[in-house]
């Protein structure tokens, strides 16, 4: 799995959040505990833990939701947010912009620098740029091998002579070589006897080559020990951008992106599998969407909405059929009909329902009820639930207070009461008769 549990713990909150009856301070509470117990599981460092728990809780808290967005779906869309903002917001990507390209690849032995390269080559020739790589890692005999299999597959050309100790006469003779290129990658060694001697030799190659860009290659099992490497790499070097590898299965994951989001050094790309394939442009706004399953929570939030229209419609069609049909319950049907689609639609699920309403419901233009719903909005609650109160006098007064003649009012009221009358006898029958209304 992704990052370890990480993904599955959060993607379990989310969905409690979701089937949560009330959203309120203690559910809230809640659930930051559950996002603070499975990050921290993941490495990520204490501080920045309860940087974004107060972040989050203090905004679901006091931020009112915009319009048209529940409490509860406004409150996943902070956590979203604010786990963004912690892995630095923007995908970065490369922009290949000059020619050639130079990539300087850095990383210590065994971060899984030499399998990075491959991917990325695999990466550069189906977006339609053709790299050639160079290797100057003289320190390390298998490296040139390891490369030329890894190089030969893909015919990407290889430059390199395992025979040649001196790495910086390897870069100069690698330029050379591949000055027509649109990108060249230059892998360095990832060990020397003495750490001084690997900064200085890393000094040197930069020197040499002039990098478009360093990208620093970080092992992501080391979890928050990352931010670390990134700055000593930084503070030595020119360390442009990093790709973290091994996030796939490893519980650590998470603790090493964030300490590098935290350096301000941008991750460009991730790996994420030994094969050649496993390996994506960083989009922080994807990998959230994915670790905390939002497709997933997208649909459930639709299911829930779905059920509250059917709450409503269960309601509303209870009292149609028991006679108690009010204008409250017209507007509710108005309601539904926006949601659920066109009327006969709606009055198709009801069993036992008569042709009659249909037809009559079909002849209801979205214009018509647009206008019921404005004049229905004159209404007082008492003239809702109690229709026969509508009279001439306040006929009057609700056709001057949402602007329509009185005529229009009347019109509503006939609609009324046939549409009343109809279903009373739907109801009548269902229940005196073959018992179709039971499957109501
Ligand atoms: P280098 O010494 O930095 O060049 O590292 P290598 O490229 O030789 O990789 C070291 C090990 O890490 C190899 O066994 C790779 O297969 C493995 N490795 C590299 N990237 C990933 C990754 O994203 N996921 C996993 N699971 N293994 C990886």
């Known amino acids: 799995a992704m990052l370890g549990n990480l993904g599955e713990n959060l993607t379990k909150t989310m969905k409690k959040l979701v089937g949560m009856s009330v959203i309120d301070k203690k559910t809230i509470k809640e659930v930051v505990k559950e996002i603070q117990r499975a990050l921290i599981q993941s490495d990520v460092n204490i501080a920045l833990v309860l940087d974004l728990s107060k972040k989050i809780e203090s905004r679901a808290l006091e931020e009112e939701p915009p319009k048209g967005i529940t409490p509860r779906e406004y409150v996943i869309t902070i956590i979203y947010e604010e786990m963004v903002n912690l892995l630095g917001g923007d995908a970065a990507g490369l922009d290949i912009d000059v020619k050639p390209y130079k990539i300087l690849f850095l990383g210590l032995q065994g971060s899984g620098k030499t399998t990075t390269i491959g991917k990325l080559c695999r990466y550069l020739q189906k977006k339609g740029f053709n790299p050639a790589v160079v290797c100057t890692d003289t320190w390390r005999p298998a490296a040139y091998e390891q490369l030329r299999q890894l190089t030969e597959e893909m ?18 003779k690698g330029l050379k070589e591949f000055k027509n290129r649109k990108v060249i990658i230059f892998d360095t060694a990832g060990r020397h006897k003495q750490e001084e001697d690997l900064i200085a ?21 080391i979890g928050q020990q990352a931010g670390e490497q990134a700055k000593a790499f930084s503070q030595a070097t020119d360390v442009g951008s990093i790709i973290i590898t091994k996030l796939d299965g490893s519980a650590k994951g998470g603790g090493a992106m964030s300490a590098v989001a935290e350096t301000g050094a941008p991750i460009k790309f991730v790996g994420t599998g030994e094969r050649i394939d496993d390996f994506e442009l ?50 509710n049907q108005f309601e539904m009909m926006n949601s659920m689609g066109p009327m006969q639609q709606v009055l198709s699920m009801i069993p036992g329902l008569g042709n009659k309403v249909s037809k009559e419901a079909s002849k209801m233009t979205e214009d018509k009820i647009e206008g019921y719903k404005i004049i229905m909005s004159s209404m007082t609650q008492k003239e809702m639930e109690n229709p026969k109160l509508i009279k001439q006098s306040r006929i009057k007064r609700i056709a001057m207070g949402s602007g329509v003649e009185e005529a229009e009012v009347r019109d509503l009221l006939k609609y009324y009461n046939n549409t009343k009358k109809t279903m009373k006898g739907i109801g009548k029958r269902g229940r005196f008769g073959n018992g179709s209304m039971n499957r109501m």
């Open 201 to 221: 030799e890393m000094d040197t190659l930069d020197d040499i080559i002039q990098p478009t860009e360093s990208i620093l290659v970080i092992d992501g099992t």
């Open 155 to 172: 015919q990407v050309p290889l430059y390199g002579d395992p025979d040649n100790k001196d790495a910086l006469d390897l870069a100069q």
């Open 282 to 331: 960083f989009d922080p706004e994807r990998f959230i969407s994915r670790l905390l399953g939002m497709g997933d929570i997208q649909s459930l939030i639709e299911k829930a909405e779905d059920n509250i229209d059917e709450d409503m419609a269960e309601k509303t069609m209870k009292n149609m059929m028991s006679g108690k049909f009010t204008l409250v319950d017209m507007k």
